[in-house]
């Protein structure tokens, strides 16, 4: 989960779909069918604060993912990413547990807009201690609200046609695309873990988020 080592929205598709890609290479020389390696795959993403680039995000790698699997000779349906998100770590606050409801609240909402298959909302208080029965139960209660009472569940793509959240998907999806094909050039996802490519534009990330937050408490 790239977004709670710091990366941003691009960086996160781009180097998932390197990763992705990369076994896909490693399927085709083992001569596993394109159809069936892209259906083994699940996808994980940490969902963090920015609402709408979160909610982008997934779209934008749905789009990509889908576009990589059917140049490798896969079938539409296998195409079709399986992503299961998580509310983000990083957002939480030990000052103000219950504010991490709120928060977790709207990243659930992001990533059920952003068409998540399955989702994990945290407990309020497991920033600072193991969740109890009564947080635990918060957290389960949160996913079923949105899902029974608001029923966010109703409407597949509830983002569809907003023209502030297209702009955003197809931003995401063309750089995340260029950063992948950056990853490629460098000798493809592992060599860049390897040779620290990765953790360096993390670390790049990490510090101008952190820099961030400490101007906007300023």
């Not at 298959?117 to 389960?140: G, H, Q």
């Not at 509830?158 to 297209?166: H, K, N, V």
């Amino acid at each position: 989960e790239f977004e709670e080592s710091g990366a941003t929205a691009v960086e996160e598709v781009g180097f998932t779909l390197a990763a992705a890609v990369e076994f896909m290479a490693w399927m085709q020389e083992r001569n596993v069918d394109a159809s069936r390696a892209a259906a083994s795959i699940a996808f994980s993403f940490s969902i963090g604060a920015n609402f709408f680039f979160q909610i982008a995000k997934l779209r934008a790698f749905r789009m990509i993912w889908a576009q990589a699997v059917e140049s490798f000779g896969g079938t539409r349906e296998s195409a079709k990413a399986h992503i299961h998100a998580r509310t983000s770590r990083w957002n939480e606050t030990i000052y103000a547990p219950r504010a991490n409801i709120l928060r977790g609240t709207t990243e659930a909402m992001a990533a059920i807009f952003g068409g998540a298959d399955s989702i994990i909302v945290a407990p309020y208080d497991e920033c600072y201690k193991t969740p109890d029965e009564a947080t635990r139960r918060i957290a389960r209660n949160t996913q079923i609200i949105l899902k029974q009472e608001a029923l966010l569940s109703r409407v597949a793509d509830p983002g569809g046609g907003s023209y502030c959240l297209e702009v955003i998907t197809d931003f995401i999806a063309r750089e995340g695309w260029k950063v992948m094909q950056g990853i490629e050039a460098a000798g493809g996802y592992e060599k860049a873990l390897k040779d620290g490519l990765i953790a360096q534009a993390l670390e790049k990330s990490l510090a101008a988020r952190e820099a961030a937050d400490r101007k906007s408490v300023v």
